[in-house]
């Protein structure tokens, strides 16, 4: 087989077989195949696509380029969560603790990784003693018993992906529903689990700006999975504005118990149903959506679901009496109102200045290298539909620096007050 006379297929819109992709992607692995010949090939696909086959062997290839994770000694049906990425998203914080206490496993691989706030590692270190440097016997012990357990990324994981990633981000081709969809399945696929429950963004804060893009990237994800064997299930939600009202993270720490508690923003806590009923369901622990969610409301009504978070930090070695008294978390120096300037309605909050805005102040690295400061963020007091008066507070900054006028500046030129607004719809659509 010669490189280049795949290259030649695919550009002339030409299906290839799983032998042809197996060969690319083990050559383009070991390095036998050089970038500029996958760049061309990544070209091709963008323009002339790849059939549902093809994109389950291109992620199945990229699963098998390097290590995947066995879960098989954890009893149960594993259900992983994976969101396409947004602003505040503090679904994860909520999501574990809530279906592990439904006795559904959590064995959660998670990153730190660059972003407007940390990834959820970052997050649960907001609470003192937490680590996810455990061994991968107490991790599946872990889970095993107390069916909730968080390590850190172990393992050398789809070194295809990690390639193809970085290439086609210097050569234009990021943007294929294709090449995106086979790339996280692959990482999802190699981490083990035996289910996905995916939460595809849209809107400002999001990769996919489109409901239609989104929507496409789901039924191209949930195909891809079904196809080579683990179930898999979505949800389009929105990420025009930032998710429930803490961007940061010992704030989205605190933000977690209180949905925990039943008292959490209402859009945090509808897309948290919305998303913990199909894990509830593709575990078996339920015969319908609506079981699965009357099951949910019933574990955060009796408590059980807070009582599984602190469970979960104290396994961790971290101070689980944070959970009735987060004044433990850690606390920023300086408390700053962003006040309105005028009365009206609240009508766009835009998302991923936002989340500059957060990042700014230290809550999210901007390089692998950048140190996070757990303590600040930012606090929404006002969301899109939100009526407001002249010098009520729209955001609460929480930074550890004394002057912050330009947080200041990015959050007045981002929050757009009019005399009407539309209200977002949350949940675009069910795949
Ligand atoms: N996120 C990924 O992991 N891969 C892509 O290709 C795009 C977004
Ligand atoms: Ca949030």
């Known amino acids: 087989m010669r490189m280049v006379d795949l290259i030649a297929k695919k550009r002339d819109g030409k299906e290839l077989t799983t032998e042809e992709i197996n060969f690319i992607i083990d050559g383009y692995t070991k390095g036998d195949i050089p970038d500029y010949q996958v760049s061309a090939l990544a070209m091709a696909i963008y323009f002339q696509d790849m059939n549902e086959r093809e994109r389950a062997d291109l992620t199945m290839a990229m699963v098998h380029s390097g290590d995947t994770i066995d879960l098989s000694a954890i009893q ?195 897309l948290c149903f919305a998303l913990g009923r199909q894990m509830v369901y593709l575990a078996g622990k339920a015969d319908s959506l609506e079981e699965a969610e009357e099951k949910l409301k019933e574990v955060i009504h009796n408590g059980k679901a807070l009582e599984k978070f602190k469970e979960f930090i104290a396994n961790q070695g971290g101070d689980s009496s944070v959970v009735d008294d987060p004044d433990k978390l850690p606390k920023a120096a300086y408390i700053i109102e962003v006040p309105a300037k005028e009365d009206g309605m609240v009508a766009e909050i835009v998302a991923d200045e936002i989340g500059t805005a957060a990042m700014l102040l230290g809550a999210g690295r901007a390089t692998k290298e950048s140190e996070i400061d757990l303590a600040v963020g930012l606090m929404l007091n006002k969301k899109i539909g939100d009526k407001v008066k002249a010098g009520e507070s729209l955001v609460t900054i929480h930074a550890n620096r004394e002057s912050v006028d330009d947080v200041i500046e990015k959050i007045y030129a981002n929050i757009r007050i009019g005399s009407h607004a539309e209200t977002p719809v949350l949940i675009h659509d069910i795949v």
């Open 76 to 270: 149960g049906i594993k259900v992983d969560k994976h969101s396409t990425g947004g602003v505040g998203d503090t679904t994860t914080l909520v999501l574990a603790p809530l279906v592990a206490a439904l006795d559904i496993p959590v064995a959660k691989m998670s990153g730190r990784g660059l972003g407007h706030t940390g990834g959820t590692i970052d997050k649960l270190e907001a609470i003192e003693g937490f680590h996810v440097e455990i061994s991968k016997d107490e991790f599946v012990n872990l889970v095993n018993e107390h069916k909730i357990a968080v390590i850190g990324q172990t393992g050398n994981l789809t070194p295809a992906d990690k390639k193809l990633y970085a290439l086609r981000d210097v050569t234009a081709t990021v943007n294929s529903i294709t090449l995106i969809a086979s790339s996280i399945m692959s990482k999802k696929i190699a981490a083990g689990s035996d289910a996905i429950v995916l939460d595809v963004k849209t809107g400002a804060g999001a990769f996919m700006k489109t409901a239609e893009d989104a929507k496409e990237l789901a039924h191209a994800m949930v195909s891809i999975g079904n196809k080579v064997g683990r179930k898999t299930m979505a949800v389009i939600s929105d990420m025009s504005q930032p998710l429930g009202s803490a961007i940061g993270n010992s704030l989205e720490v605190k933000e977690a118990i209180d949905t925990l508690r039943g008292h959490g923003p209402k859009d945090l806590e509808e």
